[in-house]
């Protein structure tokens, strides 16, 4: 098991009021994303548990992708890994910051 942290500062936060979120299923290949406002509005912090050891620059480039995209400030995002594919991590990732964008 490993555990990933990523910090990053955004030039903004997401939008919407919506106050945490769940998208995926923890199953074989897949994995879930808990997503909540409790940051300063500037910094998004990605939490990430996997049974997949030796895949943290993947995991970077993912998360660093998605920050830049998306511009998720003040979210805590905690990913919990089921061996999922960076498709689909990209995929709940895209699917959790939209469900916080609900008003």
């Known amino acids: ?3 990933l942290t990523f910090r990053h500062r955004t030039a903004k936060p997401l939008p919407g009021t919506k106050a945490q979120a769940i998208t ?3 199953a074989s ?19 990430i548990d996997t049974a ?4 943290g620059p993947v995991w970077e480039a993912v998360v660093s992708d998605f920050v830049a995209r998306r511009q998720p400030g003040g979210l805590r995002i905690t990913i919990n890994d089921g061996g ?3 498709d689909t991590v990209t995929l709940r990732l895209l699917q959790g910051a939209r469900l916080m964008e609900a008003v």
């Not at 994995?31 to 409790?38: G, H, I, P, T």
């Not at 997949?52 to 895949?55: E, L, Q, T």
């Open 84 to 86: 999922a594919r960076p």
């Open 29 to 47: 290949g897949n994995l879930e994303v808990l997503m909540e406002r409790s940051l300063a509005p500037d910094e998004c912090i990605v939490e």
């Open 52 to 55: 997949i050891n030796g895949y």
């Open 1 to 3: 098991m490993e555990k």
């Open 24 to 26: 995926g299923v923890v």
